[in-house]
């Protein structure tokens, strides 16, 4: 079984028969980012059986997975931002690369997609991506192969507590400017500031500097040092 270790370790495991992947936490200092690089490696590297695309041996040159949901983190927005639109302030550049869906008190912000359903930022000749190496966290944590309770978990808390800090930073941006938030899409929208209060990613400009540690709810924490030598 090949795994990757670091911070954090990446290891195969056999799930319903396939070969799928674990996470497990090794410093009890590692960061978003060491999540992320570590993953990044396993995408390109580690022979997990992918159900999308069977016989593939990595990702790369695959766009099978660029047509979901995508919600977007708030780093994700500062790396994409920098990537396509430098000069562009948030409610600009969500105006033109994200769907920012409101229903009621709910706030969901995703990246756009073009006509055809596929990810606003495909290249739709060579099929890939156009700000690779700025594509954000749902897309750098993605491989369509099983994998544990915990490294679904993970990925999970992250997605969503980094959407958390987006929304709260839109609110934000529209009070600052003395305008109603942008919405592409909604029912009864109320969305309050009240509701966001800040997530371990304020403040923050880059997954360097997010502690892993600071995300995870006590139990998750837990399940993912399970095994280490550092004390919890
Ligand atoms: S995770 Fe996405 S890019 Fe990778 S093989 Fe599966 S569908 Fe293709
Ligand atoms: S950002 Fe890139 S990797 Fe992610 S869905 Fe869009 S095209 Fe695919």
């Not at 200092?29 to 159900?51: M, Q």
């Not at 912000?109 to 606003?120: E, F, P, Q, R, Y």
């Not at 978990?153 to 997605?159: I, S």
Request: proline share 7%; hydrophobic share 40%; with cysteine.
């Amino acid at each position: 079984m090949m795994n990757m270790e670091h911070k954090l370790a990446v290891i195969v495991r056999r799930i319903g028969g396939k070969a799928g992947y674990d996470v497990s936490v090794r410093d009890p200092e590692a960061t978003v980012e060491d999540y992320l690089a570590v993953l990044d490696r396993a995408i390109l590297e580690l022979p997990l059986d992918r159900g999308r695309a069977p016989g593939r041996g990595s990702c790369a040159g695959c766009d099978r997975c660029c047509a979901e949901r995508l919600p977007l983190t708030w780093i994700d927005c500062l790396n994409l931002k920098t990537a396509v639109a430098p000069e562009a302030g948030l409610a600009d550049f969500l105006a033109a690369y994200a769907h920012v869906l409101v229903d009621g008190p709910a706030v969901d912000i995703i990246l756009a997609a073009g006509a055809d359903g596929s990810c606003c930022l495909l290249d739709h000749q060579t099929r890939t991506c156009r700000t690779y190496h700025a594509r954000p966290l749902v897309c750098r944590t993605f491989i369509c192969c099983p994998s544990t309770t915990r490294a679904r978990r993970l990925r999970a808390v992250l997605t969503n507590r980094g959407e958390d800090e987006l929304v709260r930073q839109w609110l934000l941006d529209a009070r600052r400017s003395r305008q109603p938030p942008l919405i592409h899409e909604g029912s009864s929208p109320r969305p309050r500031l009240g509701d966001w209060p800040p997530t371990p990613f304020a403040g923050c400009s880059a997954y360097r500097e997010v502690a892993l540690r600071a995300v995870c709810p006590p139990d998750l924490w837990r399940a993912l040092t399970a095994g280490s030598t550092f004390a919890h």
